[in-house]
């Protein structure tokens, strides 16, 4: 009977494994004072149906004075993404307004206010690669990540 019921958790245990499990499918990134992310680097599970990122924003200056957000877009439309963005202006957080390039974002914070975006990771393609950055403008050259889908 005991070698049934570790057989019956071994195979349940195994067949769990084979779906990412749910807190693989999210991550949380600070935006941090000196115009960085942490983490820097982001892998997806292709496994994932939906990946969650939380931005943070560890530092304490407004979204005025020192804002943060996550964007992201493949790496070969980040330039000109910016471009387009510094010409929409604060008022759309440094983001052309309906930019299909804009793969995800959150809204831009201000110290100590936290945000949550949720995409489809069907929206990405194992090989390509994909740049993540804040688009506060004397961020965006710097405050860089980059994300790749787990093949």
Request: glycine letters at 10%; hydrophobic letters at 40%; aromatic letters at 6%.
């Amino acid at each position: 009977m005991q070698s049934r019921v570790c057989f019956t958790l071994a195979a349940l245990l195994m067949a769990g494994a084979a779906h990412a499990a749910p807190d693989a499918c999210a991550i949380d990134v600070e935006g941090r004072p000196g115009k960085q992310f942490g983490p820097d680097h982001i892998v997806v599970p292709a496994t994932c149906q939906a990946f969650t990122v939380r931005l943070i924003h560890t530092g304490k200056n407004s979204k005025e004075k020192a804002g943060h957000n996550w964007v992201l877009t493949k790496t070969e439309d980040i330039d000109a993404v910016m471009v387009d963005g510094i010409k929409a202006g604060a008022e759309h957080d440094f983001l052309a307004p309906g930019d299909a390039r804009i793969l995800a974002k959150t809204p831009m914070l201000g110290g100590g206010e936290t945000a949550t975006v949720t995409f489809p990771v069907s929206r990405l393609r194992a090989g390509q690669p994909y740049t993540y950055y804040c688009s506060f403008p004397a961020h965006a050259q710097h405050m860089r990540g980059t994300l790749v889908l787990q093949p």
